[in-house]
């Protein structure tokens, strides 16, 4: 497998981590975002949205939306299953991965921040304000969401990993890295925690990869 991804980009750590989850190996091939290397008319061919990740698998499939992806993942190397057997678990897994990776995360986009600045003249504190309204407002959703589960858990939706807790991880992440405070998110943090003492999600951090740039 060949896999296009950056260190910083979240949805790509999305899929690093389940690739480590399921002890996969893939060729790394890194886009410089910073760049505008997914402008380039080599990787619009790949993925015409022009964003991260991207797959092409071992048949020359290609593959993109890291959501798409891990469950491509899961349905092709089912061990171990990231998704719950229980239909009505899997849609709140679901829909949990989906609140961050269709609602928070597209808000952070660097194609988004760099509309607001470029077009809209948002400096470096209402980008600021941008960020933290958005990631503090869907992050208190997702707080929310594990404090109705039936059972407190220690992962978000069972006692292994999954793609709700993939989703989590490098959302918080990001939430870090723009200086967000969601210390007050205690499921969450206590979550993100654990599995960051898990080697899957430690050798998928940004700092770990090949591209990472301080
Ligand atoms: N929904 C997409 C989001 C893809 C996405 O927004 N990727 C970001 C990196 S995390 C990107 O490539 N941004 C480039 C840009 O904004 O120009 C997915 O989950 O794959």
Redesign the pocket.
Known sequence: MKFYG?F???????CRIAFNLKGLDYDFVS?H?KQ?A??SPAFAALNP?????ALVTDDGAEL??????LEWLDETHPEPAILPGDPLERARVRAFAQVI??EI??LQ??????YLADEFGADADATTRWLTRWLTEGLEACEALLAKRAIATPFCFGDAPGLADICLVPQVFSAQRFGVDISHLERIMDINARCEALAAFAQAHPARQPDFEP
């Not at 993109?64 to 992806?69: C, D, K, R, T, V």
């Not at 986009?109 to 760099?114: E, G, H, S």
Request: with cysteine; net charge positive.
């Open positions: 950056y910083r980009s979240s949805s790509s750590y999305r886009v975002l505008g997914q402008k949205q022009r964003l991260l990740p993109i939306q890291s959501l798409a992806i990776a269709c995360h597209p986009n660097l194609r988004v921040l760099k």
